[in-house]
């Protein structure tokens, strides 16, 4: 597992902003995509936003036109820029990677989650 550490959540007035950031710690592993998924209490854990090696990014329909998502490959990581929130994109946010190790063994790691809370 490569370890994601990520920051940038909190507490927000619906139209403001934040930006999360997730950075992949260590050295012996190559990142092939970068993204976050968002999970609220009771609902389905939802992607919210991916960018790949090449800076091809998805988003969902939800947060399209509001959310952009950088990364910066030789750092290991990764932006959602997220504007106009609303009360809707409450949730814990969870940064993932996708890549591979050195020995060309595969991974999936997932970050520790920060809270973002949109309320007037």
């Known amino acids: 597992q490569v370890p994601l550490v990520e920051s940038g959540g909190g507490l927000v007035q619906p139209g403001g902003s934040l930006r999360l950031s997730c950075t992949a710690s260590?050295?012996?592993?190559?990142?092939?995509?970068m993204g976050w998924y968002r999970q609220a209490p009771g609902k389905e854990r939802e992607l919210v936003a991916q960018?790949?090696?090449?800076?091809?990014?998805n988003y969902a329909d939800s947060v399209k036109g509001r959310f952009t998502i950088s990364r910066d490959n030789a750092k290991n990581t990764a932006y959602l820029q997220m504007n106009s929130l609303k009360p809707e994109d409450t949730a814990v946010y969870y940064c993932?990677?996708?890549?591979?190790?050195?020995?060309?063994?595969?991974?999936?790691?997932w970050g520790q989650g920060t809270q973002v809370t949109v309320s007037s």
């Open positions: 993932h990677a996708v890549g591979s190790y050195t020995n060309f063994r595969s991974f999936i790691s």
């Open positions: 260590g050295s012996m592993f190559t990142i092939n995509g």
């Open positions: 960018i790949v090696v090449d800076g091809t990014t």
